[in-house]
Each structure stands twice: as C-alpha cells, then as structure tokens.
C-alpha cells in the first residue's frame, strides 16, 4: 500500500505564494510520474501540473507562468510552487501517483487533499 502525505496549503491574499509538498511512501516498486490536480465543490477534479520521473512536465494552462511542479533525487517528493496566486485558484489539492509494479502494471493513488484559499 502506498501513502501519499500532503503539506503546505492554507489561507493566502490574492499575489501571494505558497508551496505544497507532497511524499510518496510505501510499497512503491517505481513511479511513473507524481502530480497535482485540483476540485472546487461541485466541479470535477482537474489536471494542475504533473511530472514524470525523467523530468517533463506540464500543466493547466490557467496556471502556466505562476506554478511550477519539481521532484527531489529520490523522486518521491513532489512540490508545487505557487506564484501570484488568484482567488479562482481556491479549491482543495489533491496529490497523485501513478505507479508501475514489480510486473509490469499500473497503479494509482490519492493523497487526501489540502486546501488553499486565496482571499483578501
């Protein structure tokens, strides 16, 4: 079973930044790729930025230019640096794995959310 702890959300004024930590402990066998999405109630969960282990990135065009997504050596710590925050950005963040196993076949899990809210 793998675990995903999530870190570094909280109340923020509009411009302001904030940094969210994500790490990945457990039976891991490898990681595909780490990310980020995010859901506001009544929305669905959407993409904010996801990398994979050898380093590419993207995100949702409405964050490009202000969060940036990085990974340690290690690869199972994923941080999202957020930059010139908005009020839309408000919502819960949810971390996410996508994992191979030992044979060859994918796996994914759900951290359990933080939440940021951007409001003067």
């Known amino acids: 079973q793998v675990q995903l702890v999530e870190s570094g959300g909280g109340l923020v004024q509009p411009g302001g930044s904030l940094r969210l930590s994500c790490l990945a402990s457990g039976s891991i066998f490898a990681i595909y790729s780490m990310g980020w999405y995010r859901q506001a109630p009544g929305k669905q969960r959407e993409l904010v930025a996801a990398?994979?282990?050898?380093?590419?990135?993207n995100y949702a065009d409405s964050v490009k230019g202000r969060f940036t997504i990085s990974r340690d050596n290690a690869k199972t710590t994923v941080y999202l640096q957020m930059n010139s925050l908005k009020p839309e950005d408000t919502d819960v963040y949810y971390c996410?794995?996508?994992?191979?196993?030992?044979?060859?076949?994918?796996?994914?899990?759900w951290g359990q959310g933080t939440r940021v809210t951007v409001s003067s």
């Open positions: 990398i994979t282990s050898g380093g590419y990135a």
């Open positions: 996410h794995v996508d994992l191979t196993t030992g044979w060859g076949g994918r796996d994914e899990y």
